[in-house]
């Protein structure tokens, strides 16, 4: 089992940068691809971007590649969103999500492949 918390969500401008935190409390977190999605108010879930449990692999959404970026400290148990140049499409609740099946040189983008979830953190940002 494991339990992910997300915090550094906020309240931002346009063309400002946030950095989200994922702590992940659980024995084979290292081992796992770790991701973050988000949702905006009337839209379905969506992939933002992912990172492999070896941390050699990521992948991101088209939107966000040259803004936002995923890295993973496994000595804090955390993984990192550092999100640059935010426009207001970008606000969501974002959610922090663990896949304990996968090869750790891959990484799955579907909501359905993730086995945990954190509860989520605020990001909206204002023109």
């Known amino acids: 089992q494991v339990q992910l918390v997300e915090s550094g969500g906020g309240m931002v401008q346009a063309g400002d940068s946030l950095r989200l935190s994922c702590a992940a409390a659980?024995?084979?977190?290292?081992?796992?691809?770790m991701a973050w999605f988000r949702q905006a108010p009337g839209k379905e879930r969506e992939f933002v971007v992912a990172?492999?449990?070896?941390?050699?692999?990521?992948y991101h959404q088209d939107s966000v590649k040259d803004r936002f970026s995923i890295s993973r400290d496994n000595a804090k148990n955390t993984v990192y969103l550092q999100m640059n140049s935010l426009k207001p499409e970008d606000t969501a609740v974002y959610y922090c999500?663990?896949?304990?099946?996968?090869?750790?040189?891959?990484?799955?983008?579907?909501?359905?492949?993730?086995?945990?979830w954190g509860q989520g953190t605020q990001v909206t940002v204002s023109s």
């Open positions: 659980g024995r084979t977190y290292s081992s796992y691809c």
């Open positions: 990172i492999s449990g070896s941390g050699s692999v990521t």
């Open positions: 999500a663990a896949d304990r099946t996968t090869s750790p040189f891959v990484v799955v983008t579907k909501v359905y492949e993730y086995d945990y």
